[in-house]
């Protein structure tokens, strides 16, 4: 069977880099589910959850707003923030976004906020990802 | 001439500045090593980074954007990035002489980094805001960094953006340099983090022709200010690791001159001390001899 080879990237460091059979990403136009032989696709994508199938398991990830570049052999995302569902820990995302809400409260200046808003999002992202998993 | 008492105390001071030294250095090394890595990490994102701005340019076709605008520059910002602290060498000074050359009345700067605000203060020039980094410089602080300079030009306080940084070539060499970061001449590879070659590719030799999702224009739009960001970030990690690198060279140099200096101080006290007990001995046998007669 043909493999898509996903590669995830943030900044910082390469996140996740695995052949896969299908990808569902979420779009900044809504979900897209990508197979192997797509065609060729430049897109944006918002905060939210990539599910990488491999070996007929599903797996999942919470990524922040990015770009994608989609080949028939190859899904590379650019993101500011990618992490495996498994890797998530609640406890502290949790408290981050406790700790973001709060800071939303204060005065800030718009970079502050945009800041703060950017790392509220990706806490709730990871919650999001996270529950919905064990429920 | 000063007492055995005297270069003993100043053995011993040089000493202790020869323990700080030392300390300093290992840091240094520890910490270049880990700016270095960063780079590192960072270069699979370059890379894809270019290949998708690559395919955009290509696939947008005739493009307009407010960050690629040419105007005639009547004001200038410049981006200046130096260390929070001294002791690093050349580093700073080298820094300063680049940004000393922008003319005074058409330049307002951008500082990151402590040095080089107070520079800026102290040389009476316009300073437009003042940022800090970390040691492991964060993406969320280069960004923060690049939207307020692509503000300022978008909204037309600037004509243009100048970057002064130190790249970092080797351990033993960085280089100031001075780079144009606003408006976008043409886009260039990112170059590769570590080594710095700055090799630059031409883009356009993606020949897949691409989908966009909603547009070309809009995706290369989008992309456009996070390939400022991520430029900024390479700046910032090149500062980082040549900040670092400096640092540990500057301190290396510090602690052989403390032991070269440990080393003629011991040289010139055992000397002194080996003419007091001559002396003393002339002294002693030539009383003995005075009484002995």
Same mark, same amino acid.
């Given at each position: 069977m043909a493999t898509l080879k996903l590669e995830i990237v943030t900044p910082e460091a390469k996140i996740y880099s695995q052949e896969v059979e299908m990808v569902t990403l979420p779009g900044v136009d809504g979900e897209m589910g990508i197979y192997p032989m797509h065609i060729p696709l430049m897109t944006q994508v918002a905060a939210g959850e990539i599910t990488a199938r491999h070996g007929g398991k599903d797996h999942f990830l919470a990524i922040g707003d990015g770009f994608v570049e989609i080949t028939g052999e190859r899904v590379a995302i650019l993101t500011d923030m990618a992490i495996k569902a498994d890797d998530i820990d609640e406890a502290r995302a949790e408290e981050a976004r406790k700790r973001a809400e709060a800071r939303l409260q204060e005065k800030l200046t718009d970079e502050e906020q945009a800041t703060v808003q950017a790392a509220l999002v990706h806490s709730l992202t990871q919650l999001n990802v996270k529950r919905r998993r064990r429920s | 001439m000063p007492s055995t008492r005297d270069i003993?105390?100043?053995? #011993?001071? @040089? #000493?202790?500045?020869?323990?700080?030294?030392?300390? &300093?250095? &290992?840091?240094a090394s520890a910490k270049m090593r880990k700016a270095q890595l960063a780079a590192l990490a960072g270069r699979p994102y370059a890379v894809l980074m270019n290949e998708v701005l690559a395919a955009a340019s290509e696939g947008a076709g005739e493009f307009t954007h407010p960050l690629l605008e040419k105007r005639a520059v009547r004001k200038r910002a410049v981006l200046?990035?130096?260390?929070?602290?001294? *002791?690093?060498?050349? *580093?700073?000074?080298? *820094?300063?002489? %680049? !940004?000393?050359?922008?003319?005074?009345?058409?330049?307002?700067?951008?500082?990151?980094?402590? #040095?080089? !605000?107070?520079? @800026?203060?102290?040389?009476?020039? %316009? /300073?437009?805001? %003042? +940022?800090?980094?970390?040691?492991?410089?964060?993406?969320?602080?280069?960004?923060?960094?690049?939207?307020?300079?692509?503000? &300022?030009?978008?909204?037309? $306080? @600037?004509?243009?953006?100048?970057? @002064? +940084? $130190?790249?970092?070539?080797?351990?033993?060499?960085?280089?100031?340099?001075?780079?144009? /970061?606003?408006?976008?001449? %043409?886009?260039q590879a990112l170059e590769a983090g570590v080594d710095g070659e700055g090799q630059t590719r031409k883009l356009g030799e993606a020949s897949r022709e691409y989908l966009f999702e909603p547009g070309a224009a809009t995706v290369l739009g989008n992309l456009l200010p996070h390939y400022l960001n991520y430029q900024v970030y390479q700046f910032l990690q090149e500062a980082k690791a040549s900040e670092q690198s400096a640092r540990m060279v500057a301190m290396k140099n510090a602690t052989d001159n403390a032991k070269q200096?440990? #080393?003629?101080?011991? *040289?010139?006290?055992?000397?002194?001390r080996q003419a007091n007990i001559t002396k003393e001995l002339l002294e002693i046998t030539s009383a003995a001899m005075a009484m002995g007669t």
């Amino acid at each position: 069977m043909a493999t898509l080879k996903l590669e995830i990237v943030t900044p910082e460091a390469k996140i996740y880099s695995q052949e896969v059979e299908m990808v569902t990403l979420p779009g900044v136009d809504g979900e897209m589910g990508i197979y192997p032989m797509h065609i060729p696709l430049m897109t944006q994508v918002a905060a939210g959850e990539i599910t990488a199938r491999h070996g007929g398991k599903d797996h999942f990830l919470a990524i922040g707003d990015g770009f994608v570049e989609i080949t028939g052999e190859r899904v590379a995302i650019l993101t500011d923030m990618a992490i495996k569902a498994d890797d998530i820990d609640e406890a502290r995302a949790e408290e981050a976004r406790k700790r973001a809400e709060a800071r939303l409260q204060e005065k800030l200046t718009d970079e502050e906020q945009a800041t703060v808003q950017a790392a509220l999002v990706h806490s709730l992202t990871q919650l999001n990802v996270k529950r919905r998993r064990r429920s | 001439m000063p007492s055995t008492r005297d270069i003993r105390r100043r053995i #011993k001071s @040089v #000493k202790n500045t020869a323990q700080i030294t030392r300390a &300093m250095q &290992m840091v240094a090394s520890a910490k270049m090593r880990k700016a270095q890595l960063a780079a590192l990490a960072g270069r699979p994102y370059a890379v894809l980074m270019n290949e998708v701005l690559a395919a955009a340019s290509e696939g947008a076709g005739e493009f307009t954007h407010p960050l690629l605008e040419k105007r005639a520059v009547r004001k200038r910002a410049v981006l200046l990035i130096t260390s929070d602290k001294g *002791l690093c060498g050349a *580093l700073n000074t080298n *820094l300063l002489r %680049e !940004a000393a050359k922008y003319t005074k009345d058409a330049t307002v700067f951008v500082c990151a980094g402590k #040095k080089g !605000a107070q520079w @800026v203060s102290r040389a009476k020039r %316009e /300073l437009a805001a %003042e +940022f800090s980094y970390k040691d492991t410089p964060l993406f969320a602080e280069a960004r923060a960094i690049s939207k307020s300079v692509q503000q &300022m030009f978008i909204d037309g $306080t @600037v004509d243009a953006v100048d970057v @002064v +940084f $130190t790249n970092f070539i080797s351990t033993l060499n960085q280089k100031s340099e001075v780079r144009q /970061l606003l408006p976008i001449q %043409e886009i260039q590879a990112l170059e590769a983090g570590v080594d710095g070659e700055g090799q630059t590719r031409k883009l356009g030799e993606a020949s897949r022709e691409y989908l966009f999702e909603p547009g070309a224009a809009t995706v290369l739009g989008n992309l456009l200010p996070h390939y400022l960001n991520y430029q900024v970030y390479q700046f910032l990690q090149e500062a980082k690791a040549s900040e670092q690198s400096a640092r540990m060279v500057a301190m290396k140099n510090a602690t052989d001159n403390a032991k070269q200096i440990i #080393k003629d101080l011991t *040289l010139e006290y055992n000397k002194l001390r080996q003419a007091n007990i001559t002396k003393e001995l002339l002294e002693i046998t030539s009383a003995a001899m005075a009484m002995g007669t």
